[in-house]
């Protein structure tokens, strides 16, 4: 079975540009979750959508970050304009169903640095 | 679990010897638990789960052990192998259905060959 699936693996930028990044869920799967990684801060939760619909974005850090998800199979995390403190690792993951104690699964993530 | 400040405490354990590694977490709400493992420029991968209504569950050589009354979780890993070498980290929610998980700190857990 595929797992998740994100792209691009690493991306390097120049800061003020615009960044997308993006994630395929596992199939059937109705629940997507953005993280981003940092060695200061660990894995924080971004943003998680239940059946397409934003839930909490609570951990965005500004509205310079925005994500979306069109249908079940696709999601984006864009970043516009970029700075070098979004230099991190950018994780989706996604669960099974919405609700009860159903793990999430991770992909192998987008080593972000903003130059 | 709180993911704060991060210097990550790391065990070193010899190959085949088995290894413990703990989690504190501090919401007393807290009623589902998971550890992961993330190995090098991957994301965490999950091992195992346990509910707040169990306090033991095991799976291929790897125990999760569930103390409620002193907020404590460990991950016991028997017979250690080399590819065992990774962070660990545990992960908590209140979920209420609320999926949101707080994750720890982390573990780096070393194997010894």
């Known amino acids: 079975d595929a797992g998740v699936i994100q792209s691009p693996r690493h991306e390097v930028t120049e800061m003020g540009q615009e960044v997308t990044l993006r994630c395929k869920p596992i199939?059937?799967?109705?629940?997507l979750f953005w993280y981003r990684q940092t060695m200061m801060r660990g894995l924080e939760l971004l943003i998680y959508f239940n059946n397409n619909v934003p839930i909490d974005d609570s951990g965005m850090p500004e509205d310079r970050f925005s994500a979306k998800m069109p249908n079940a199979s696709f999601s984006t995390l864009k970043i516009q304009p970029s700075e070098p403190r979004d230099s991190a690792v950018y994780f989706c993951?996604?669960?099974?169903?919405?609700?009860?104690?159903?793990?999430?699964?991770f992909g192998d993530g987008t080593r972000l640095s903003i130059l | 679990g709180e993911s704060v400040g991060l210097h990550l405490p790391t065990l070193s354990v010899q190959e085949g010897d088995n290894s413990i590694i703990n989690c504190a977490y501090s919401?007393?709400?807290?009623?589902?638990f998971i550890w992961y493992k993330q190995e090098s420029g991957k994301g965490p991968q999950f091992i195992i789960d346990?509910?707040?209504?169990?306090d033991k569950r095991q799976g291929q050589r790897v125990t999760v052990l569930l103390n409620k009354t002193v907020k404590h979780l460990s991950l016991q890993i028997a017979a250690t192998q080399p590819g065992d070498s990774a962070v660990y980290f545990c992960?908590?929610?209140?979920?209420?259905?609320?999926?949101?998980?707080?994750f720890g700190t982390g573990t780096r857990l070393t194997i010894i060959p």
């Open positions: 992960a908590e929610t209140a979920n209420f259905g609320n999926e949101k998980l707080t």
């Open positions: 993951a996604s669960s099974p169903r919405t609700g009860r104690d159903q793990p999430q699964h």
């Open positions: 199939s059937g799967h109705n629940s």
């Open positions: 346990i509910r707040s209504n169990m």
């Open positions: 919401n007393s709400a807290s009623d589902y």
